[in-house]
């Protein structure tokens, strides 16, 4: 089998690797339908994050279950399924309090850009859809495996609620189904920071209201204009940059939520500035699992399309551009098909 390798800065390689098996009891091998590059991918391949060895990639997967381990009840050869990023247990106390991403028994999936897939704990991590999806759904319950999710999360987290004012921070893939679910969660107002084009145009494809195109403290300023000094209900911060993280706290009312999904880097908070904001903070690794069984009936039932976020689909193979086209921004997300 060939599979992703990140091997240093933008140095990407489809290379041969030893095919996955089961190794534990509770382990599945899928076969991959669809995966994906995510928005995180880039920390590392920019060299942000750096990597101290050759680190295989991709987290986010759909596919049809190959083989399960001896001690696998709910999944089974043939099923497809949609599995999240970290894997869970789903029945430790963490998961039983819904944040499966936290598990006890948690491992973080890595090696998804390849056509076979290990998964472990297979019962807790995998959601089976109900028969063989049409292919034409695969993009969209391939989003929910983490990128939606995700966005769902942190509408989820900023207590977004029916008539509220919301603003999203970010307009990558996960901000762009952050507008989306918090349209599914009944805002009444949506902002969604942006300045391009094709970003803004999905943006309102997804039930955006208003478009702000300043950053940073000039963004802030037009979103106070905007909810006459106050601010708004709940701030959902999908970058993970020190900028976008004191914009999303700076734009939300007294009493309020501030959301945060992207994973920080050289993030700090000033502890006088968070004492005087007054807001809620809730955010951290999305519980996916906790959501997937709503979300892919949702995509099932064709009440919403995630899947367009997915604006370049590439074969695995060529997942070096699918890197690339993020990195420069030329592409909001790729989509890869073995
Ligand atoms: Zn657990």
């Known amino acids: 089998m060939r599979g992703t390798v990140l091997y240093g800065p933008r140095d990407i390689r489809y290379e041969d690797r030893e095919t996955p098996r089961i190794e534990q009891p509770t382990d599945a091998v899928i076969r ?15 060299g942000i994050q750096p990597i101290t060895q050759p680190t295989p990639m991709g987290h986010e997967y759909c596919g049809f279950v190959e083989e399960v381990g001896s001690a696998v009840r709910l999944v089974k050869p043939e099923q497809f399924v949609v599995g999240s990023f970290a894997t869970s247990d789903n029945t430790c106390s963490v998961c039983q309090y819904g944040y499966q991403s936290s598990c006890m028994r948690r491992e973080f999936i890595s090696r998804a850009q390849a056509p076979i897939l290990r998964v472990p704990l297979a019962d807790g991590t995998l959601v089976p859809t109900p028969g063989k999806p049409a292919d034409d759904l695969v993009p969209s319950l391939l989003a929910t ?11 989820d987290a900023a207590n977004v609620k029916p008539g509220a004012t919301v603003v999203v921070v970010g307009d990558g893939a996960v901000g762009l189904l952050a507008v989306l679910s918090a349209g599914q969660m009944g805002a009444e107002r949506i902002i969604a920071m942006s300045r391009h084009d ?29 909810t006459k000094g106050v601010g708004a209900d709940s701030v959902l911060e999908c970058v993970g940059s020190q900028e976008s993280i004191l914009q999303a706290i700076h734009c939300t009312r007294k009493g309020g939520y501030t959301s945060y999904v992207g994973v920080p ?4 908070l000033e502890g006088q500035a968070l004492f005087f904001a007054h807001v809620h903070l809730h ?49 909001i997300k790729a989509l890869l098909r073995p």
């Open 283 to 331: 955010g951290g690794p999305a519980p996916v699992r906790r959501y997937l069984p709503k979300l892919i009936d949702l995509v099932l039932n064709r009440k919403i399309n995630p899947g367009k976020v997915f604006d370049l689909t590439l074969p695995l193979e060529k997942v070096a551009e699918g890197y690339r086209a993020m990195d420069e921004r030329r592409t």
């Open 265 to 268: 880097h050289a993030v700090e």
């Open 32 to 46: 991959i339908a669809a995966t994906c590059v995510c928005g995180s991918d880039l920390w590392p391949y920019r």
């Open 145 to 155: 495996s983490d990128v939606l999710g995700t966005g769902w999360f942190a509408a």
């Open 198 to 226: 094709t970003r803004t145009r999905l943006a309102r494809e997804f039930g955006a209201t208003d478009i702000v195109t300043e950053r940073g403290d000039e963004g802030g300023q037009r979103i106070m204009e905007m």
